[in-house]
């Protein structure tokens, strides 16, 4: 059974997938998302002569034809990744870079909120009052943005497939090695996977390059030759004497004598049984020769045995492409497979690819393919010596039909290259800076929209033809396209098989999502309530945990489909998705836990319900411990005993129901080593905007292991609807320190 990177989806949580029908977000400001008109994702990568991304250009600069024919670009957007690389140093004279363009926001946003700071309470914030927004396609009145207006960056994840069903034994370590090398070079913030064709070694993506580059180290070539099995031996009745099985069929041949090519078939069998004399046939058709000469049966027999075996290792290398493909769709951010490969013995039948190219289309999987320069030699190593007076005939053996093999293999990754729109790497020599060319490359992608033709019907092929109207650059792009089913994000009924779709397409919920969580749309038909607290981290030694709580009230339509992303300082955004089903009347209740190092971030979190209703809010949050005294501090920690006697801890004010008393916490960490009294923390429960105390207390910092901690109990249950602010100030000589507080309310 296939081993292959099962959990793609949990270990990717990059950047979000931005799908071109959604760019142009903020120009129709109405609450549901549905299209204007029927878009195709496409995803173009344009490289300078140096196999540089091109940045700076805009919908008039590509072209792009579906099924021969040029169709409108209503999208637009170059995405590239979040921690790009420099790129390669270039042999040529270096080129100026563009100036930057002056960046915009892609959609309004409200004005920007600042973390809160350490001593301001703890709050919930809401949507509520946002405008909504249209996540929608452009029409054809609308301007198209250049792709220079405000870059989303996206995550990037590399998978690197070793191709070992194409490597013998003895090859390949100078590639391997070389790999290994690359994974030094990609930026940390990269996760990397492994795996092969055959299914073995995978290493689901990571961000620890030990595990990969440990498989890469046992990475050891599969391929099972299938030539070389002599046939039975010299013609018989009289024929060339010095004929010999000493030439094996090579694999380029035996695959076009299966598919029928009598004449080819004709040429081997006087090469292999008649020592090159064609008068041997006399007047005899090529099927009487086979049926009365065993050599000749043998050499049609072993030009079958030779095609099956290597039509068989051929199918096993598609479907473990396939497979590593298909389980890329589910990661999030610029998902780039890297193929390092013999190549494939695919001549006429590129059919055999059209899977990979069809999922590839359906991923957003861009691909680079490394293959290293085959072995040449000259030399003529399948002639025998012959017998005295036998006549040489003139086909020069085996080293011929290795190089027409090499070239049906080089050939063969050529043309899956093309058809997946990927960049192709010929190494020669060391191949380290091709793998420097494939981060370099890696970095952006153009994200387009594009328009289909009137009357396509769901699912749909299209032949993708993609060009740059720009000299010096070069257009990748996947041969396929495919036009999206209709997703359910209002109830219609389903789309028939074939049936011609009249009107717009929805859009897709998750690309819509994903596309509101990168460009920070604001909408409120959804409510949504969101709000976090901070505490050392217990796992991870220097990092924080960050606990983030997102309520939906109940009466929301479910299920409901959502997207959580956290952006970092360099704008970097990690997201993951969750769908929650309605819950008895219940509020849908959304918590997360993010262990991060200590700095700013933002929280922004999206929403669709089952009528395609959206909602989204950002919440700041300063993933900072507080300063108090001789220490650092927790968040206020709020929390409750449930019905099961486990302790229940939440950011968001609303006290959970049913709870008697309240709990708080918090946590103090020493700057140095443990203080010889426990410190005093003064607690105090005020109701919001008032500024007595209704109760207050102190209560002593016990030790716990590498922390102190205080706790304190508010009775709950007698006190009036309404918010309250939990206080908690650390005293130091009976003067206060330092103070941290959260709100709660009682319904």
Not at 114 to 141: D, H, L, W
Not at 270 to 292: H, K, M, P, T, Y
Not at 642 to 660: H, R
Not at 667 to 672: M, Q, S, V
Request: proline residues 9%.
């Amino acid at each position: 059974m296939r081993r292959v990177l099962v959990a793609v989806a949990c270990v990717c949580a990059g950047g979000s997938l931005v799908h071109v029908r959604a760019q142009q977000a903020a120009q129709q400001p109405v609450a549901k998302f549905r299209s204007a008109v029927s878009l195709v994702t496409i995803d173009v990568t344009v490289l300078d002569k140096d196999g540089r991304p091109v940045p700076g250009l805009t919908a008039d600069d590509i072209e792009i034809k579906l099924n021969g024919k040029p169709q409108p670009i209503r999208a637009l957007a170059y995405v590239q990744a979040a921690a790009a690389p420099a790129a390669p140093p270039s042999t040529d004279k270096p080129v100026a870079p563009p100036a930057p363009a002056p960046v915009t926001p892609l959609v309004p946003v409200t004005p920007p909120v600042v973390a809160r700071s350490a001593e301001e309470p703890r709050r919930t914030i809401s949507n509520a009052g946002a405008s909504a927004v249209r996540v929608s396609s452009a029409s054809s009145a609308s301007p198209v943005p250049s792709a220079s207006a405000a870059p989303p960056a996206e995550s990037r994840v590399f998978i690197l497939l070793v191709d070992d069903l194409s490597f013998s034994p003895l090859r390949g370590k100078a590639m391997f090695a070389a790999a290994s090398r690359f994974l030094d070079r990609v930026p940390a913030s990269d996760p990397i996977g492994f795996t092969t064709t055959s299914g073995v070694g995978a290493v689901n993506p990571t961000r620890d390059r030990a595990p990969v580059r440990a498989a890469l180290a046992r990475v050891v070539g599969a391929f099972d030759d299938p030539r070389g099995i002599g046939k039975s031996g010299p013609g018989t009745g009289g024929r060339a004497q010095g004929s010999s099985p000493d030439s094996p069929l090579g694999i380029s041949e035996s695959i076009d004598i299966e598919r029928g090519d009598d004449s080819l078939l004709t040429d081997v069998i006087v090469r292999e049984c008649f020592n090159g004399d064609r008068a041997a046939f006399g007047d005899r058709s090529l099927a009487e020769v086979i049926a009365n000469d065993q050599c000749a049966s043998d050499v049609q027999r072993e030009a079958r045995r030779v095609a099956a075996l290597s039509r068989q290792n051929k199918g096993r290398q598609i479907d473990g492409i396939l497979s590593v493909i298909n389980a890329m769709k589910t990661a999030s951010g610029i998902r780039h497979l890297v193929l390092l490969t013999e190549g494939l013995p695919v001549s006429r039948e590129v059919n055999d690819l059209n899977p990979l190219v069809r999922a590839a289309a359906l991923a957003g999987v861009q691909l680079s393919v490394l293959l290293e320069e085959p072995d040449i030699s000259l030399t003529d190593e399948g002639r025998r010596a012959l017998e005295p007076g036998a006549v040489v005939q003139a086909d020069p053996g085996t080293s011929r039909r290795r190089r027409e093999d090499d070239r049906l293999f080089v050939n063969g990754a050529q043309t899956l290259n093309d058809m997946l729109g990927g960049t192709f790497y010929r190494v020669v020599g060391t191949p380290d800076p091709a793998f420097d060319k494939v981060i370099a490359a890696s970095s952006a992608v153009y994200r387009l929209g594009v328009e289909l033709p009137s009357g396509t019907t769901a699912g749909k092929d299209f032949v993708v033809t993609a060009s740059v109207k720009r000299l010096g650059v070069t257009a990748r792009a996947n041969r396929f396209a495919v036009a999206a089913e209709p997703a359910p994000v209002e109830p219609v009924a389903p789309v028939e098989p074939g049936k011609v779709l009249t009107g717009p397409v929805p859009a897709s919920i998750d690309d819509v999502l994903k596309a509101a969580l990168i460009s920070n749309t604001v909408a409120s038909d959804v409510p949504i309530r969101i709000a976090s607290m901070v505490r050392r981290s217990a796992s991870v030694a220097g990092q924080v945990d960050v606990n983030v709580d997102v309520v939906m009230p109940a009466t929301v339509k479910g299920p409901v489909t959502t997207f959580v992303g956290l952006i970092d300082s360099a704008n970097a955004v990690r997201n993951s998705r969750r769908v929650f089903a309605p819950s008895g009347g219940a509020d849908y209740a959304a918590p997360f836990l993010f262990p991060l190092p200590p700095g700013q971030y933002r929280v922004r979190f999206v929403a669709a319900d089952s009528t395609g209703a959206m909602g989204a809010i950002e919440l700041p949050v300063n993933a900072t411990l507080a300063p108090m005294g001789e220490f650092t501090s927790s968040d206020v920690l709020t929390w409750v005993v449930d019905s099961t006697n486990k302790a229940q801890l939440f950011a968001i004010e609303d006290v959970p129901a049913g709870a008697d008393t309240l709990h708080a916490s918090l946590e103090l960490y020493p700057n140095g080593a443990m203080p010889g009294e426990p410190p005093t923390v003064s607690w105090s429960l005020t109701r919001d905007g008032e500024s007595k105390p209704m109760t207050e207390e102190e209560t002593s910092a016990h030790p716990a292991a590498t922390l102190l901690r205080a706790d304190v109990k508010f009775p709950f249950s007698a006190l009036p609807p309404g918010s309250y602010i939990v206080r908690a100030t650390l005293m130091a000589n009976d003067k206060p320190v330092g103070t941290r507080a959260a709100v709660v309310r009682k319904r």
